[in-house]
């Protein structure tokens, strides 16, 4: 399976049936080939991919990511198998560990370590293909990987890696780690906003909640931030390369320096400035080609 160059993140949690529908449909008739959606707090992830693809006819829509804890593999495999039966091959299934908050606390799983946990979720969804009638001949799997031990996996057993929350300085990392197999599908936000104290703002409200968060912050390191970057909301710097703002053309140039690096697919969250559900239709009007 080939990504195309230019996917949509969205977050879907806040969004009614009305506004999903536009989501879908809106994404694709602008001419992204696919739409990335996460696994938070409201909707669970194959049941909200079942409506996304209901109502397009040639997007691809990819959970980013469903968390391994909400359901056994076995789950996992039956859903990935119904989605892509009823939808023409349509759906990818992006896995992650999550963070040990919305494991533990939320869901009262043990979070236990994320490399070998991850192995053995896939080694149970090779039982579970097997169990009921074998696997196809692709998995239209992705995981979820910052690190270079979760990204070698993710060549060695998926279609690739898709890290969040990154620069263009991740996909050299990442290449490095994935052996020069697998696709690079790189997330990032940006704010169609000129004025750099508002920009700023939607920034620290979109990225508040990951800063304490060590899957995080750990990589950010890597990436050559450190821990004053985290203080007092983030730093300008972690602002502007987690949220690309300005015009379009400027946005454009930074979504570009991915490609230049290597990057298979970028995948933009386009955030709104005032702070309603649902992209900024315009940014992703202005970006998509």
Not at 281 to 286: D, G, T
């Amino acid at each position: 399976m080939k990504f195309g160059k230019y996917g949509v993140f969205q977050f879907t949690d806040p969004m009614n049936g009305e506004q999903l529908a536009e989501l879908a449909s809106r994404v694709e008739s602008l001419g992204y080939s696919t739409l990335w959606y996460p696994e938070a707090f409201n909707y669970e992830t194959f049941a909200i991919g079942g409506y996304l693809l209901s109502h397009s006819t040639t997007l691809v829509v990819a959970s980013g990511i469903a968390n391994i804890y909400a359901r056994d593999a076995s789950a996992s495999v039956m859903g990935c198998n119904s989605l892509n039966a009823l939808y023409g091959g349509r759906f990818v299934l992006g896995l992650g560990v999550s963070h040990a908050p919305l494991v533990a606390d939320m869901r009262g799983h043990e979070y236990k370590a994320p490399l070998a946990t991850m192995r053995d979720y896939l080694d149970a969804m090779d039982r579970g293909w097997a169990a009921l009638g074998g696997a196809p001949a692709v998995k239209q799997l992705v995981l979820a990987a910052l690190g270079p031990q979760m990204s070698k996996l993710s060549a060695e057993r998926t279609l690739g890696s898709f890290p969040y929350n990154i620069t263009p300085a991740q996909v050299a990392l990442s290449r490095q780690a994935m052996g020069g197999k697998g696709a690079v599908i790189c997330e990032q936000k940006v704010c169609l906003c000129t004025d750099p104290t508002q920009a700023r703002a939607v920034a620290r409200a979109a990225l508040g909640p990951y800063l304490p968060l060590p899957n995080y912050f750990k990589n950010w390191f890597r990436l050559g931030f450190d821990e004053s970057d985290l203080r007092d909301g983030g730093s300008d710097r972690l602002m502007d390369a987690m949220v690309l703002w300005g015009d379009a053309k400027t946005i454009k140039a930074g979504l570009q320096k991915y490609f230049d690096a290597g990057a298979d697919q970028v995948v933009i969250q386009a955030l709104r400035t005032d702070g309603q559900p649902g992209p900024d239709w315009k940014a992703l009007e202005m970006l998509v080609g």
